[in-house]
């Protein structure tokens, strides 16, 4: 920057100055637009904005143009095509022109059906939707439910539990005193009768509740102890009716203790804790359920919306598709013409080249033929094809 003048210093880039590269820029580019005002700055602008609009018309009209073609050849059939040397190449290029403008309507009609899909919802998306409401509601009511159920557990939970305990314990005790009854009864009634040993009696008493309290199986201890007495042969009839009725009731009392021992084993605080812990968790399973069906919801509704993106993708796509395939279908249907009407102004000129070797050979009296002007021919091809008759 020491050799560069002052003045300029401002206009020069130093390494990454990108201030000084931006001016620099702007006053080319200012010079640029000053020199082209020569040929008149409205025109000048005009014809740069025409230009940039035409690479999107231009397809179009030549679409239109090739749509024309085909509806002459329609119209007119191959009249035309028969005047010239180039019959099936000019069919060729009406082919062309005709599947160019076929693809074409296909793809627009294409792109516009995309884009009109995609702004409607899917088929079936209404009724999964209605569906998906339903289920939403039936888990705003579980979670409603729940919620009541957990409450009232943790506000009248231990009252209720300790009510209940009550009353179980009560139903239990009064079983096992008449139970404890009958076993007396039938104890009485053993040493009334005086053939057995009452003392032997109460010490198989005792090792049968030894033997219920870590078995548990009151009922098999019961029938076995049953059919030990029937096929005891040192017993009579009435000892085993006595013994039987006492066997009864002693299994009866087993089982109220066995329910006493049930209803007292787990103290009510770790009941009432127990249940509200259990309703806990039916809540927070009730409100995941509700949580994935808000959410289920929310897709469909979601699902149903218009889809703009893609839409408006689909038919930028489809609209750079069409034009780029256009320009490049135009520029090679152009050139096969071009061609055809090339080998047909090589006709003409030969004819009109013969034409005029004919005028300059001397006639038979010695004066030259009168020259005669090439006919036109009558009748022109849109296409260009016609060659001299």
Known sequence: MSNVPSVLSGLVPDAASVIGMTLVFLVLCGVAGALLTVFGPRETLAGILRLGVSHLTAPFVFLWKSAGEVARYGRDGDRHLRKSDQYLLGHVYLYMLGAGVVAAILWTAATITFVVFSLLPPAGSGK???????????????????????????????????????????????????????????????????????????????????????????ESIRSEMAASLSS????????????????????????????????????????????????????????????????????????????????????????????????LFGLLAESWALLLRLAGDVREVRGLLSRIARITVPSEIGTPASPHDPEAPTDSSPLGLTSAE
């Open 128 to 218: 999964a939707l209605s569906e998906a409401r339903t289920a939403e509601q039936a888990a705003k009511a579980g979670v409603e439910g729940a919620e009541r159920e957990l409450q009232e557990q943790k506000t009248a939970g231990p009252q209720r539990l300790a009510a209940e305990f009550e009353r179980k314990k009560a139903e239990a005790t009064k079983t096992l005193r008449a139970a404890e009854a009958a076993v007396a009864t039938a104890r009485q009634r053993i040493a009334a009768e005086g053939r057995l040993n009452v003392e032997g009696v109460d010490r198989l008493g005792t090792e049968l509740d030894e033997k219920a309290g870590w078995s548990g199986e009151v």
């Open 232 to 327: 005891n042969p040192n017993l009579d009839e009435s000892d085993r009716e006595a013994l039987g009725k006492w066997l009864d009731a002693w299994a009866a009392r087993a089982r109220a203790r066995a329910a006493l021992a049930v209803v007292t084993e787990t103290p009510v605080a770790e009941q009432a804790a127990k249940l509200v812990a259990e309703a806990e968790e039916k809540a927070s399973t009730a409100k995941s359920a509700f949580e994935a069906a808000r959410q289920d919801v929310a897709t469909r509704e979601s699902a149903r919306e218009p889809r703009w993106g893609i839409a408006s993708t689909g038919l930028v796509t489809g609209l750079v598709v069409l034009v780029l395939a256009a320009w």
